[in-house]
């Protein structure tokens, strides 16, 4: 034991060969440089071919025939969803050892390099390229294809209207390149030019093969406030608003909804069968086909109020079958008024069947019908003589329009508006709207109207001015019109009377002016007329024809009476006082 306390192991004995059996003595120098002559020789920046040997989530290991196996993101392959095992790609030596010791390579920067040239090439042979569509951008979408960021516009996704953009993001695709700018290295792809020469050949069958009344099988693939359009395979057709339904539509999205699978019928195409119009309705029989054959005017019938207009109404009373309530059938009134005001669009009215044509497929409807006609009655109702309550609906010339209920309208002669009062249009007696006593004076059935008074209501004051107004007699009086030819004079007990200008003379010369309240004497009487003619000077011309002739039968005392007398007769009756004060002198001097 003691023999072996100072022995030491060799300082550079190689444990490793001998355990392998190699030949001792070869230095450690000699087989490392041994074996890094076996491994290719790899530099730092270069781009160099790996096969893959390993892929999971995160990583994807590469084998470059260097002492270690490199590893690239799984990220920089997303273009490529493809990649397996064994695959050999391009990598980008970033660092032949890393603190940690390991290979870094980079698939992207690899496809970076050599990228402008293929895409250049891609766009040079039309040839057909996988990219990776990362995200959405303005207008469109940002494509990976081969390291470079392209640009998708959204109308080269697809032949058909993209409406969901988010749903192509993460995908991969084929694409084509269609556009390059070399200064901006800006580049363009479209996948819609890789379906659309296949699309241009289906389009070309399917047209080959259209014929009106086809029934086809369609997608729906855009809704427009006019109308649908159906994808036939490649070639597109309209349903017009008015084809989808035997019934009112007023917004196609009732009736269909995008991406939805419907047969339609081929109603008509242009001579190149560009424009190709579709039907809908045409697939089901005519609602007028299916409605009740024990329907007859006369029966009434229930429906919704679809369509309205000044004229009439539009009632669905089945899907497709609609009758027309005219203005005139919605009211006994014959004052035509606007639809608007009896009923509006959504409406559920019940209504009676006046015209039926199932030929023609037209129905008129009435309303007014659901009610007795109130001139069915009318003598009953508003007998000659009886007294109502009106209310004035419009004026004219010569009277007022009233009604006294909806259907029953009736006329008030001017004439018979007022006993007294010389009314010169009606409104100055009352206004539209408002209520007007009247009693019926005449029926005209046929005509439907009422000839009506007002006047009537009271008794013929001229009954009692006949007694009064007496001519001669002298009554006070207001003068409340003055014109060129005289002047209307409102009397005190009622009435009015008219003075011409000269009976308007007052006794002093002067002339009676508006406003004036003075004594009248009648000088004519007329009842049938109503006129009574009025005179002012006549109340004291007369007094002074007698002052004339009461002289004359006096003697005369001097030679200057008869002048006296001269003077007197000239002046004016408003002198009497100073012309009996001269006379007065005259007799005092004799």
């Avoid at 993460?170 to 700018?181: C, L, P, S």
């Avoid at 009025?534 to 009461?550: D, P």
Wanted: with cysteine.
């Amino acid at each position: 034991m003691s023999n072996f306390k100072n022995v030491e192991p060799l300082q550079d004995f190689n444990w490793e060969e001998f355990e392998n059996g190699s030949a001792v003595g070869t230095s450690r120098e000699e087989l490392t440089k041994a074996y890094d002559e076996t491994l290719n020789k790899v530099s730092e920046h270069q781009v160099v071919d790996g096969t893959v040997i390993s892929i999971d989530k995160k990583e994807v290991i590469v084998n470059i025939g260097y002492k270690s196996d490199g590893i690239i993101p799984a990220s920089e392959f997303r273009y490529n969803p493809d990649l397996k095992v064994g695959d050999v790609v391009e990598v980008y030596v970033e660092n032949q050892e890393d603190r940690k010791g390991q290979l870094l390579l980079s698939h992207k920067k690899a496809r970076l390099s050599k990228s402008w040239e293929r895409v250049n090439n891609a766009l040079d042979n039309e040839e057909v390229i996988q990219g990776y569509i990362k995200c959405r951008t303005k207008g469109g979408m940002i494509v990976d294809v081969f390291g470079i960021e392209a640009f998708l516009p959204g109308s080269q996704i697809d032949v058909h209207p993209i409406r969901d953009y988010d749903v192509f993001v993460g995908k991969t695709m084929e694409f084509k390149v269609v556009k390059i700018n070399q200064e901006f290295r800006n580049v363009v792809v479209s996948h819609k030019a890789l379906i659309e020469a296949e699309l241009e050949a289906q389009k070309k069958e399917i047209i080959s093969k259209l014929e009106k009344g086809q029934i086809l099988e369609g997608t729906v693939k855009n809704i427009t406030s006019y109308g649908v359009f159906v994808d036939l395979g490649g070639v597109d057709g309209l349903i017009h608003i008015t084809d989808l339904s035997w019934g009112r539509v007023s917004d196609p999205h009732e009736v269909v909804a995008l991406d939805q699978k419907i047969n339609v019928v081929i109603l008509d195409f242009d001579d190149e069968k560009k424009r190709i119009a579709l039907g809908l309705k045409q697939l089901t029989p005519h609602p007028w086909d299916a409605l009740d054959a024990n329907l007859k005017v006369g029966d009434h019938v229930k429906g919704k109020v679809v369509v309205i207009a000044d004229y009439g109404a539009f009632v669905e009373i089945a899907p497709g079958v609609e009758g027309l309530i005219h203005v005139s059938e919605m009211s006994w009134s014959q004052h035509l008024r606007s639809a608007q005001e009896f009923m509006h669009v959504g409406d559920e009215v019940e209504a009676v069947i006046l015209t039926l044509d199932r030929e023609e497929r037209k129905m008129s409807l009435g309303i007014k019908q659901l009610k007795e006609d109130p001139w069915e009655s009318i003598e009953t109702k508003y007998p000659v003589g009886s007294k109502h309550t009106a209310r004035v609906r419009n004026f004219t010339n010569f009277g007022i329009f009233v009604e006294l209920e909806e259907g029953v309208d009736g006329l008030i002669h001017i004439s018979d508006l007022s006993w007294t009062k010389k009314v010169k249009h009606p409104s100055e007696f009352t206004q539209v709207g408002a209520d007007i006593e009247v009693v019926v004076l005449e029926i005209d059935k046929e005509n439907r109207r009422l000839s009506l008074g007002h006047k009537q209501l009271e008794d013929n004051p001229w009954d009692t001015y006949e007694t009064l107004y007496t001519p001669g007699s002298v009554h006070t009086g207001k003068i409340t019109e003055l014109m060129d030819k005289g002047a209307v004079i409102a009397l005190n007990e009622g009435g009015e009377g008219f003075a011409t200008p000269k009976h308007l003379v007052k006794e002093d010369g002067s002339q009676a002016q508006l406003g004036e309240e003075l004594s009248f004497k009648v000088i004519e009487f007329v009842k049938e007329t109503k006129r009574i003619i009025l005179s002012h000077s006549r109340t004291f011309e007369e007094g002074k024809e007698e002052t004339k002739k009461a002289p004359r039968k006096r003697p005369a005392k001097k030679e200057e009476a008869p002048a006296i007398n001269n003077v007197a007769a000239g002046t004016t009756l408003g002198d009497i006082d100073a012309l009996a004060e001269l006379k007065a002198k005259l007799e005092k001097g004799e």
